[in-house]
């Protein structure tokens, strides 16, 4: 093997290694650690659109998922995000409903939709409320308990929070391996599982690949000037809001004060246009703040 083991959290190294057919015994046995099926939903599960286009790598707003048909038509979509993602929540939601609609075709009744099953893995927490690392949402009345429908299903596994020492759960074990730094750190996880120890087998492999390593540099280098540019442009946008508004009679007293209650917001979790309806600023100025408060500025 060239070079050091690629990160799983790179998700073109992860769709590589969970996406691809000739691996489908490594996504199934994951999918088993994370969803509540019958056993049979796992027997013959179809990937779908496998094929990475090259110029895919380079598109720094696509989504690298895995998207997975059971053998009852349960759409499974997995995705993993290593950087923070504003509107997480609300995409998760456009896009799960994207799964729906797409299945509907013109003259199909509403019974032809099938279960849709989207696994989100970040590398941030995303739930402030809950310090368990796996949390499923469904369709709920959060007073009697009552489920509407199964027909929606969201799981959420954020990294950060998976424990140092083992919880003997086979979920536990696949993601302490997908937030391994290193393949020390990644080989002392195959004796948990041997589909671990076939996965870590195959991403040696794809290290060494100089091809595979170039692209998922590429995807990389991508999101991170894709960054740069938006967080070079929520600095431009703060910058002209301030102005327009000192232009407007603005004073920096009010502006300090809004920005004192905006940040109380954003430590509770609150949604950004919520936080802007309520404070008067800028979702850019939000935003900015935000991203100040995630690096522990001042």
């Known amino acids: 093997m060239a070079g050091p083991l690629l990160s799983l959290k790179n998700d073109f190294v992860f769709k590589k290694v969970f996406g691809s057919e000739a691996n489908v015994a490594i996504l199934t046995d994951f999918l088993m650690a994370v969803l509540d099926l019958p056993a049979e939903e796992f027997k013959a599960l179809t990937l779908v659109d496998t094929h990475l286009k090259r110029e895919f790598i380079d598109d720094k707003l696509g989504i690298l998922d895995v998207k997975i048909h059971t053998p009852s038509g349960q759409v499974i979509d997995v995705e993993i995000q290593a950087d923070y993602q504003p509107y997480m929540r609300e995409r998760l939601i456009f896009y799960?409903?994207?799964?729906?609609?797409?299945?509907?075709?013109?003259?199909?009744?509403?019974?032809?939709?099938?279960?849709?099953?989207?696994?989100?893995?970040?590398?941030?927490?995303?739930?402030?409320?809950?310090?368990?690392?796996?949390?499923?949402?469904?369709?709920?009345?959060?007073?009697?308990?009552?489920?509407?429908?199964?027909?929606?299903?969201?799981?959420?596994?954020?990294?950060?929070?998976?424990?140092?020492?083992?919880?003997?759960?086979?979920?536990?074990?696949?993601?302490?391996?997908?937030?391994?730094?290193?393949?020390?750190?990644?080989?002392?996880?195959?004796?948990?599982?041997?589909?671990?120890?076939?996965?870590?087998?195959v991403l040696k492999l794809l290290s060494g690949d100089e091809e595979a390593r170039f692209m998922a540099e590429a995807r990389q280098k991508a999101i991170l000037d894709y960054k740069a540019q938006y967080d070079g442009g929520l600095r431009d946008g703060l910058a002209r809001g301030r102005q327009e508004g000192r232009q407007e009679g603005r004073q920096e007293g009010r502006l300090e004060e809004r920005l004192s209650v905006a940040g109380n917001a954003l430590r509770k979790d609150m949604p950004l246009p919520a936080i802007a309806e309520i404070t008067g600023l800028s979702l850019a100025e939000i935003e900015v703040l935000a991203a100040r408060l995630r690096r522990g500025d001042s």
């Not at 409903?97 to 019974?111: F, M, V």
């Not at 279960?115 to 009345?141: E, F, G, P």
């Open 96 to 201: 799960t409903s994207g799964l729906i609609k797409e299945q509907i075709e013109a003259g199909d009744g509403y019974q032809a939709i099938k279960r849709v099953i989207s696994i989100i893995i970040t590398n941030w927490n995303m739930v402030k409320d809950s310090r368990a690392y796996h949390n499923r949402y469904r369709l709920y009345d959060r007073k009697t308990g009552s489920e509407l429908t199964d027909l929606v299903e969201i799981n959420l596994l954020e990294l950060p929070k998976v424990p140092e020492e083992s919880d003997r759960s086979r979920l536990w074990s696949w993601l302490r391996f997908i937030s391994a730094e290193g393949e020390e750190e990644a080989a002392m996880l195959k004796d948990d599982n041997p589909h671990i120890e076939k996965a870590l087998g």
